[in-house]
């Protein structure tokens, strides 16, 4: 018996429906031609504009500066606001260890449970990290968040400028109904910006990051509640892919949001 012989008696029936399916039976080849070929990772051209921001997810090349941006330091050692306390590492392993959290992140991205780590630059410059997640967006169309930036750009305003941007994002373009953020009492930077942006309370919860007792305020905000501090920003790379992607629905502009 020839090879192409065996293959097709051991052949079921649900693998023709399969290869009819995938156009594998049509063409004769696997992986079956597509045409056009579909973007495997839809996320490289969605970039945000605001003022001198520009937002983009990670890549390999802006994690790297990143890195050297939290080298000159995030926050005072005497305070930790965050959950994970990750910027107490061992300084020669930090930057590996930054690398390896965006790079799982990336691996274990899916339309069910994503995180889309937007790397800030002001004239070009890395300074900072804006992040957005949502689990089961397509059903619960809801979204949070998380930042920081290198101390030297901190009370500048740009905190409030990129988290306003990933809100228009997801408000106006993903569809998303309501946006979280949490920080720890006495974290006045980020308090002050959830409540310039609309963001109500939504009760506390307590945490231990470094084996000590603080109350986490928890903040929420209604698409219809956001006040954003300028205009919108320009969203390029919003594609029917990158819709499905991040389980969102396609078409959804801003402009039919607003
Ligand atoms: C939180 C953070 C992202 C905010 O960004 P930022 O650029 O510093 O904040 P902005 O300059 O946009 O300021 C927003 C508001 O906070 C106020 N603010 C900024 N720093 C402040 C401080 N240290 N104390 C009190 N208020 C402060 C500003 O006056 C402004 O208020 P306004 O809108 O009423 O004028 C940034 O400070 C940061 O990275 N901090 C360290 C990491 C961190 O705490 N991340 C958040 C974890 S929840």
Same mark, same amino acid.
């Given at each position: 018996m020839t090879e192409a012989a065996m293959t097709e008696a051991v052949m079921t029936e649900a693998d023709?429906?399969?290869? %009819?399916?995938?156009?594998? %039976?049509? #063409?004769?080849?696997?992986?079956? *031609?597509?045409?056009?070929? *579909?973007?495997?990772?839809?996320? +490289?051209?969605?970039?945000?504009?605001?003022?001198?921001?520009? =937002?983009?997810? $990670? $890549?390999?090349? #802006? %994690?790297?500066?990143? !890195?050297?941006? =939290? +080298? $000159?330091?995030? +926050?005072?050692? #005497? !305070?930790? *606001?965050?959950?994970?306390?990750?910027?107490?590492?061992?300084?020669r392993y930090l930057g590996r260890g930054v690398l390896q959290y965006l790079w799982r992140e990336r691996m274990s991205l899916s339309p069910e449970d994503w995180s889309v780590h937007f790397v800030v630059r002001l004239d070009g410059r890395v300074i900072g990290l804006q992040s957005v997640t949502a689990t089961r967006f397509a059903v619960l169309r809801e979204v949070c968040t998380g930042s920081y930036l290198g101390r030297h750009f901190q009370g500048q305003g740009h905190g409030t400028a990129m988290r306003a941007a990933v809100l228009a994002f997801a408000f106006g373009y993903l569809g998303a109904t309501t946006a979280r953020s949490e920080y720890f009492a006495g974290n006045a930077a980020s308090a002050a910006v959830s409540a310039r942006l609309g963001y109500r309370t939504d009760g506390t919860r307590l945490l231990a990051p470094r084996g000590e007792r603080v109350v986490e305020q928890r903040m929420v905000l209604d698409a219809a509640g956001f006040t954003p501090p300028g205009p919108a920003p320009e969203v390029e790379g919003w594609t029917p892919e990158l819709a499905g992607l991040l389980g969102a629905e396609w078409p959804l502009t801003s402009t039919e949001q607003h």
């Open positions: 023709e429906d399969e290869a %009819a399916r995938t156009g594998a %039976a049509a #063409s004769g080849w696997v992986p079956a *031609p597509i045409d056009p070929v *579909p973007d495997p990772w839809p996320l +490289h051209g969605l970039v945000l504009r605001t003022g001198r921001l520009e =937002l983009r997810p $990670d $890549d390999d090349a #802006s %994690a790297r500066e990143l !890195v050297t941006v =939290l +080298h $000159d330091g995030v +926050h005072r050692a #005497s !305070v930790m *606001p965050f959950r994970e306390p990750w910027t107490e590492a061992d300084p």
